[in-house]
């Protein structure tokens, strides 16, 4: 099991936003982050909790291992504004977290 | 370029059921592992099943076992999702997902655009 904290934040372009993700067990770092828009399709963000998916901006940095893991915006831009959910890519049933809304403040 | 193309998705009554199909191109359909994952009107992403490569390990998700079926014809690039005993809760965009099939665990890197569907009454 996946808890994404905090469920929603309000933040100004140009914030630093955190989002973090535990998992219920140590996943080391079987970890996923995605993005979704509204209406869209998920984007891969980063995978195996730190590495960056190509194309992705580098404002944009995961972090953690085991059972704590982060995702970091550096400098919040326009089209940021979204829906975050980490996934776990090791075990099944893969699972996902609740998703964190990222809006404007 | 990686496009991904579902359809089948509807209106159908509890109790029937249904068959997703997504059409894939711009890549070897045949190297990678394929998903389907729902979202729920107004929810979050649920993974459902995931078939291999060459279609002979499928695993579920704990809700759609014994229930839902996913297969793939990789002379068609071709994933399906056979849906059975469909219930309310089934209700959501269904979208699939190409596995990136690296070392990285399983983990989706193109997403079709989701085909909808809606178990009713």
């Known amino acids: 099991q996946l808890t994404q904290s905090p469920s929603s934040v309000s933040a100004s372009v140009g914030d630093r936003v955190s989002i973090t993700c535990r998992a219920s067990q140590a996943i080391n770092t079987w970890l996923a982050w995605y993005q979704q828009k509204p209406g869209r399709a998920p984007k891969l963000l980063i995978y195996?909790?730190?590495t960056l998916q190509s194309g992705v901006p580098s404002r944009f940095t995961g972090s953690g291992s085991g059972t704590d893991f982060t995702l970091t915006i550096s400098s919040l831009q326009p089209e940021d504004f979204a829906t975050f959910y980490c996934?776990?890519?090791?075990?099944?049933?893969?699972?996902f977290g609740g998703g964190t809304k990222v809006e404007i403040k | 370029q990686v496009q991904l193309v579902e359809s089948g998705g509807g209106v159908v009554q509890p109790g029937r059921s249904l068959r997703l199909s997504c059409v894939a191109s711009?890549?070897?359909?045949?190297?990678?592992?394929m998903h389907w994952v729902r979202q729920a009107p107004g929810k979050g992403l649920e993974w459902v099943a995931v078939?291999?490569?060459?279609?002979?390990?499928?695993y579920y998700g704990d809700s759609v076992k014994g229930r839902f079926t996913i297969s793939r014809d990789n002379s068609k690039n071709t994933l399906h999702l056979q849906m059975n005993s469909l219930r309310p809760e089934d209700t959501a965009v269904y979208y699939c997902?190409?596995?990136?099939?690296?070392?990285?665990?399983?983990?989706?890197?193109?997403w079709g655009q989701g085909t909808p569907v809606t178990v009713s009454s």
């Open positions: 711009g890549f070897t359909f045949s190297s990678h592992a």
């Open positions: 078939t291999s490569y060459d279609g002979s390990n499928n």
């Open positions: 997902g190409r596995d990136c099939d690296d070392s990285s665990g399983y983990l989706i890197d193109y």
């Open positions: 996934q776990q890519t090791n075990s099944f049933p893969l699972t």
């Open positions: 195996a909790a730190s």
